[in-house]
C-alpha cells in the first residue's frame, strides 16, 4: 500500500529523501521491473537548478550516479558545466519523472514507472524554495511540466522554448539516440545552447554570492 505524503514532510527534506530512498513501490509483482527498485535522485534544499530527465537508465542504476553516461555528458556540455558543478546538490537538484530504472523493451528503455511521480513530486518540488531554471528533458517530462503544450510535439515545444523562458527550458533528450534529431533540427544548438550556457552562468554567478 502507498504511503501517504502529507505537507508538512515537504519541509522535512532529509525524511523525504529517506523515504524515497526505501521506496518500492514499483516492486509490486505486477510491475515487471526487471531490476530491484535504486531511486537515484539528487536533491538539496539551496539548488539553483532542477534538472528533470526521464528514468535511470541501466547504468545510473548501476552506478547510483544520475546522468553518468554518455547523456551527462552531452547535457553538461549543453549547460557549460563540469562534472564536480553539476554534481553539487547544493547547486544543482536532479529529479527524473521515474526514480529507478524501469527495465528495457523492444526499442530502449521502458517509460518512467507510473507509480513514482504521482507518489514523490509535488512534496519533493515544494522542498526545493530556490529553483531558478528547470530544465525538462524529454516527453514524460514535459507532460508534467508544460501540461499546456500537451498537445504538442517535442519539437513544437522545444522550437517554442522562449514560451517558459527564462525560469523553464524543454530540452529534447541527450541520449547519442537523438543524433539524428540534433542534425535535422540545428538552430537548437545554435540558438537555444547559448541561451541555456548564459542563464547556467549567471545563476551561478547568483548563487555563488
Known amino acids: 500500500m502507498a504511503?501517504?505524503?502529507?505537507?508538512?514532510?515537504?519541509?522535512?527534506?532529509?525524511?523525504?529523501?529517506?523515504?524515497?530512498?526505501?521506496?518500492?513501490?514499483?516492486?509490486?509483482?505486477?510491475?515487471q521491473?526487471?531490476?530491484?527498485?535504486?531511486?537515484?535522485?539528487?536533491?538539496?534544499?539551496?539548488?539553483?537548478?532542477l534538472v528533470v530527465g526521464q528514468a535511470p537508465g541501466r547504468k545510473v542504476h548501476e552506478s547510483?550516479?544520475?546522468?553518468?553516461?554518455?547523456?551527462?555528458e552531452r547535457?553538461?556540455?549543453?549547460?557549460?558545466?563540469d562534472r564536480p558543478t553539476f554534481y553539487n546538490p547544493e547547486m544543482v537538484a536532479i529529479v527524473p519523472m521515474g526514480f529507478c530504472y524501469p527495465g528495457t523493451g523492444r526499442?530502449?528503455?521502458?517509460?518512467?514507472?507510473?507509480?513514482?511521480?504521482?507518489?514523490?513530486?509535488?512534496?519533493?518540488?515544494?522542498?526545493?524554495?530556490?529553483?531558478e531554471l528547470t530544465l525538462v528533458i524529454g516527453q514524460y517530462a514535459m507532460a508534467w511540466h508544460l501540461p499546456d503544450q500537451a498537445t504538442q510535439s517535442l519539437t513544437e515545444i522545444v522550437k517554442a522554448w522562449r514560451t517558459h523562458w527564462p525560469k523553464v527550458l524543454p530540452l529534447p533528450h541527450p541520449s547519442p539516440r537523438n543524433n539524428i534529431w540534433?542534425?535535422?533540427?540545428?538552430?537548437?544548438?545554435?540558438?537555444?545552447v547559448p541561451a541555456l550556457r548564459s542563464k547556467v552562468a549567471s545563476v551561478l554567478s547568483s548563487a555563488s554570492t
Open 33 to 49: 521491473l526487471g531490476l530491484s527498485p535504486r531511486p537515484v535522485v539528487q536533491v538539496a534544499k539551496a539548488a539553483r537548478i
Open 3 to 31: 504511503k501517504i505524503v502529507t505537507s508538512s514532510q515537504a519541509q522535512r527534506l532529509p525524511l523525504l529523501l529517506k523515504d524515497i530512498r526505501s521506496c518500492t513501490l514499483c516492486a509490486q509483482p505486477l510491475a
Open 75 to 81: 547535457l553538461r556540455e549543453w549547460m557549460g558545466m
Open 107 to 131: 526499442s530502449g528503455d521502458l517509460p518512467p514507472r507510473r507509480e513514482c511521480a504521482p507518489q514523490w513530486r509535488a512534496p519533493l518540488l515544494a522542498a526545493l524554495p530556490h529553483i
Open 64 to 72: 547510483g550516479v544520475p546522468f553518468d553516461d554518455a547523456s551527462g
Open 182 to 192: 540534433l542534425k535535422a533540427n540545428p538552430w537548437f544548438v545554435l540558438d537555444v
